[in-house]
């Protein structure tokens, strides 16, 4: 560890009040490297601790980054950042994780893997410990998290909220991972996945944590919204853009059956499955334009990689395009629902005929809601600054 050039190896501790464990997880780091000729250093990033953590990471001799800016993300970028290994593992200051696993993950990364990550779950080969992981994190959380991501996102991990991972300094640079929060540890493994990173898995064990006078900064619910609403985020195509273009198509459809008076099994759609379908493509209509904006944030943000078939579509749509749609999708619904209030004056404002509901009324109200959710999305894909000239 002596020129910051020879450097091959960084392994970066967060810490937030981990007076009880800091010192003995520095140590099995620094053995680690020692036992194992590899040539590395490390690195704790404080949080801001109050119950001596900073006197006692100060003592070790380690490289000590005080962050101001509170959050798990921002504690472990500025760790990161300051790194001078090649080869980057964080795992949290809490004596969970065994440092001894550290050459598991250097090999991996000397064979060419962009990201290593470690799994404690038994379904990826890893092992818990006896209280090492609460039941609903084990049993629930973590479990349901690695479906969505192997669903959506083609990930191979069985463990995504692993805290010990590793990574070349080159795919962190890549990445421009930007959340600050427990977010951080999401936007890493998705983004690797969307860029078609290398990414492998390696089994570990999870001990019960060391703290005696501090807890868990984890909160079970709070923390999986979050990571759930930072999944969304990430995949409008099958959350919104799929289910809304099936249910669009399924409203467009019924719709025109009962239009037509097509019959099934000798029955006629009527009245309420108008309504029906009238609903459906609301809904459908504004998920697929709600897919759309979200994905373009995301490319916008930096989230994800830019989308050749959104960036065709931006290409052709500007402001003026989406407000000439709106307006005339508007124009031919109250230009219908015009010729509904002559109609029924002619009929001293009574009830209008069945076949002139289903098959003007309904129709004009349905454009014009479609109309004005075009015009809506035109003015908001403007405001993001998403037309492309």
Same mark, same amino acid.
């Given at each position: 560890?002596?020129?910051?050039?020879?450097?091959?190896?960084?392994?970066?501790?967060?810490?937030?009040?981990?007076?009880?464990?800091?010192? !003995?997880?520095?140590?099995?780091?620094? #053995?680690?490297?020692?036992?194992?000729?590899?040539?590395?250093?490390?690195?704790?990033?404080?949080?801001?601790?109050?119950?001596?953590?900073?006197?006692?990471?100060?003592?070790?001799?380690?490289?000590?980054?005080?962050?101001?800016?509170?959050?798990?993300?921002?504690?472990l970028i500025a760790g990161i950042?300051?790194?001078?290994?090649?080869? !980057?593992?964080? %795992? #949290?200051?809490? #004596?969970?994780?065994?440092?001894?696993?550290? @050459?598991?993950?250097?090999?991996?990364?000397?064979?060419?893997? #962009?990201?290593?990550?470690?799994?404690?779950?038994?379904?990826?080969?890893?092992?818990?410990? @006896?209280?090492?992981?609460?039941?609903?994190?084990?049993?629930?959380?973590? @479990?349901?998290?690695?479906?969505?991501?192997?669903?959506?996102?083609?990930?191979?991990?069985?463990?995504?909220?692993?805290?010990?991972? %590793?990574?070349?300094?080159?795919?962190?640079?890549?990445?421009?991972?930007?959340?600050?929060?427990?977010?951080?540890?999401?936007?890493?493994?998705?983004?690797?996945?969307?860029?078609?990173?290398? !990414?492998?898995?390696? @089994?570990?064990?999870?001990?019960?944590?060391?703290?005696?006078?501090?807890?868990?900064?984890?909160?079970?619910?709070?923390?999986?919204?979050?990571?759930?609403?930072?999944?969304?985020?990430?995949?409008?195509?099958?959350?919104?853009?799929?289910?809304?273009?099936?249910?669009?198509?399924?409203?467009?459809?019924?719709?025109?059956?009962?239009?037509?008076?097509?019959?099934?099994?000798?029955?006629?759609?009527?009245?309420?499955?108008?309504?029906?379908?009238?609903?459906?493509? =609301?809904?459908?209509?504004?998920?697929?334009?709600? %897919?759309?904006?979200?994905?373009?944030? %995301?490319?916008?943000?930096?989230?994800?990689?830019?989308?050749?078939?959104?960036?065709?579509?931006?290409?052709?749509?500007?402001?003026?395009?989406?407000?000439?749609?709106?307006?005339?999708?508007?124009?031919?619904?109250?230009?219908?629902? !015009? =010729?509904?209030?002559?109609k029924w004056l002619t009929i001293?404002?009574?009830?209008?005929?069945?076949?002139?509901?289903v098959n003007i009324l309904i129709?004009?109200?349905?454009?014009?809601?479609?109309?004005?959710?075009?015009?809506?999305?035109?003015?908001?894909?403007?405001?993001?600054?998403?037309?492309?000239?």
């Amino acid at each position: 560890m002596s020129n910051e050039n020879k450097i091959e190896f960084s392994i970066v501790i967060p810490c937030l009040n981990e007076a009880d464990t800091i010192e !003995i997880c520095i140590k099995k780091a620094e #053995d680690s490297l020692l036992k194992n000729n590899i040539s590395g250093e490390v690195i704790v990033a404080d949080n801001g601790s109050t119950d001596g953590s900073q006197e006692i990471i100060k003592k070790t001799g380690v490289k000590l980054i005080n962050v101001s800016e509170k959050g798990y993300g921002s504690v472990l970028i500025a760790g990161i950042n300051s790194a001078h290994g090649k080869y !980057i593992l964080f %795992a #949290d200051g809490d #004596d969970s994780y065994d440092f001894n696993e550290v @050459p598991n993950f250097y090999k991996k990364l000397k064979e060419g893997f #962009d990201l290593v990550m470690g799994c404690r779950l038994p379904s990826g080969g890893g092992k818990l410990m @006896p209280g090492a992981m609460p039941f609903l994190h084990k049993w629930v959380g973590n @479990p349901f998290f690695s479906y969505i991501l192997r669903l959506w996102f083609e990930s191979p991990i069985h463990d995504v909220h692993c805290g010990m991972r %590793a990574f070349t300094k080159d795919f962190y640079e890549m990445l421009k991972l930007r959340c600050t929060g427990m977010e951080f540890a999401s936007e890493m493994l998705i983004k690797a996945c969307v860029y078609n990173s290398k !990414i492998t898995e390696i @089994p570990i064990t999870l001990h019960k944590d060391g703290r005696i006078n501090s807890k868990s900064h984890l909160k079970t619910f709070k923390d999986g919204w979050r990571h759930l609403r930072f999944y969304l985020l990430f995949s409008p195509k099958w959350l919104f853009l799929i289910p809304g273009m099936i249910i669009f198509i399924f409203g467009l459809l019924s719709s025109v059956i009962v239009v037509l008076k097509i019959k099934f099994f000798n029955c006629e759609l009527g009245l309420n499955a108008m309504l029906f379908s009238a609903g459906a493509m =609301f809904c459908g209509y504004q998920s697929i334009l709600f %897919a759309m904006l979200a994905k373009a944030y %995301a490319v916008n943000q930096g989230l994800l990689p830019e989308n050749v078939s959104l960036k065709k579509f931006w290409n052709i749509f500007n402001l003026e395009k989406g407000l000439c749609v709106g307006f005339g999708l508007g124009l031919m619904g109250l230009l219908l629902f !015009i =010729f509904t209030i002559f109609k029924w004056l002619t009929i001293d404002l009574t009830l209008l005929e069945y076949d002139y509901t289903v098959n003007i009324l309904i129709p004009a109200l349905i454009l014009t809601v479609i109309g004005f959710q075009t015009i809506l999305f035109s003015f908001f894909a403007s405001i993001l600054g998403l037309e492309k000239k």
